[in-house]
C-alpha cells in the first residue's frame, strides 16, 4: 500500500516480483487505472495516523533509549496513553 504519488510502473512491477499484490490509488492522469481497495487503503490510513500520535511523545520521536527493551516499553506506555485517553 502506498501513496498516489508512487503509482508507477517500476513500482508496481517490483511489488509483483517480490509476490505481493500492490493496492496504490491510481494518478488522475492514468489512462488504465488498476485495480484499488479503499477498503485496504483505509487500514493503511489508520497505521499512518497511529504512527503521528506515536511522534507527538517526544521521547519516542528522538529516540531518547538507548536500549531495544526500554524503548519498546516507552512506545507501550505511549501507546496505552494515546489511546486510553
Keep these: 500500500m502506498a ?3 508512487y503509482d508507477t510502473n ?3 512491477q517490483q511489488i509483483e516480483q517480490q509476490g ?4 496504490i490509488p491510481p494518478k ?3 489512462r488504465w487505472k ?7 487503503y483505509r487500514g493503511r490510513n489508520a497505521i499512518e495516523r497511529m ?3 506515536l511522534k507527538d511523545f517526544r ?3 528522538t529516540r531518547y533509549d538507548k536500549l531495544a527493551t526500554n524503548f519498546l516499553s516507552a512506545v507501550y506506555v505511549a501507546a496505552t ?3 486510553w485517553l
Excluded at 505481493?20 to 493496492?23: D, G, K, L
Design 10 to 12: 517500476a513500482i508496481r
Design 81 to 83: 496513553v494515546s489511546y
Design 28 to 30: 488522475r492522469t492514468r
Design 34 to 40: 488498476h485495480c484499488f481497495s479503499p477498503v485496504l
Design 20 to 23: 505481493a499484490v500492490p493496492n
Design 59 to 61: 521521547r519516542i520521536a
Design 51 to 53: 504512527f503521528c500520535r
Design 3 to 5: 501513496d498516489r504519488a
